[in-house]
């Protein structure tokens, strides 16, 4: 049974968790509109300046050599938002594992002692219900180790997918948008 000074501090870690979570959301937020403002500043200058080089195109060839121009810094711009987009995202879900780690393996610590006092006040021919709680416990456990391997195998094929987006974009297109003389 849970005293009262039990129950209080769990209330106390509970809120420092869900405090610490919250501050991890807001800077998060926090970057991803820096990220866009950042992004959306960068496109209009660049869309300035694209339409002032459109305008002072002196004849029509030139005007559609600016397409080649054009469409490989947006590639690689948006390879680069991905990227760090990427990033934030990375990191929020970093310090989500490590607090439902942290959390899951407290509470199954707990729960194995519950059942721990539990057998040992148990009645006389209750062996059969604790050796189900245990098995029980243990294949809980299991669970939440193999979907703990196939969090962090998704996460690492997401990042390599980010990573060959990355390089694919970044390459530069040989002969698009330009015109043969």
């Known amino acids: 049974m849970l005293n009262n000074e039990q129950f209080a501090a769990a209330q106390k870690a509970q809120l420092a968790t869900l405090m610490g979570l919250t501050a991890t959301g807001i800077e998060a937020t926090e970057k991803l509109f ?9 496109a209009l200058a660049e869309a300035q300046a694209k339409a002032e080089s459109a305008f002072s195109a ?3 060839q030139s005007f559609f050599a600016l397409q080649a ?3 490989q810094p947006s590639a690689e711009k948006a390879g680069a938002y991905g990227r760090k987009l990427y990033d934030i995202l990375a990191g929020v879900q970093t310090e ?6 942290a959390g899951t393996t407290d509470a199954q610590k707990k729960f194995v002692a519950l059942v721990e006092a539990a057998a040992k006040n148990a009645p006389a021919g209750s062996e059969n219900a604790v050796s189900f709680a245990k098995a029980a416990v243990s294949a809980a456990n ?8 196939a ?12 990573t060959t987006l990355s390089a694919v974009v970044s ?5 698009k948008g330009r015109r043969a003389a």
């Open 34 to 42: 820096a990220l866009n403002i950042d992004t959306a500043k960068a």
């Open 58 to 60: 002196k004849d029509v």
């Open 69 to 71: 121009d054009v469409m």
């Open 96 to 101: 989500v594992s490590k607090v439902t780690e």
């Open 142 to 149: 299991d669970a939440f180790d193999n979907l703990q391997k």
């Open 151 to 162: 969090t962090k195998q998704a996460v690492a094929a997401a990042e390599a997918n980010v």
């Open 171 to 175: 390459k530069p297109v040989a002969g």
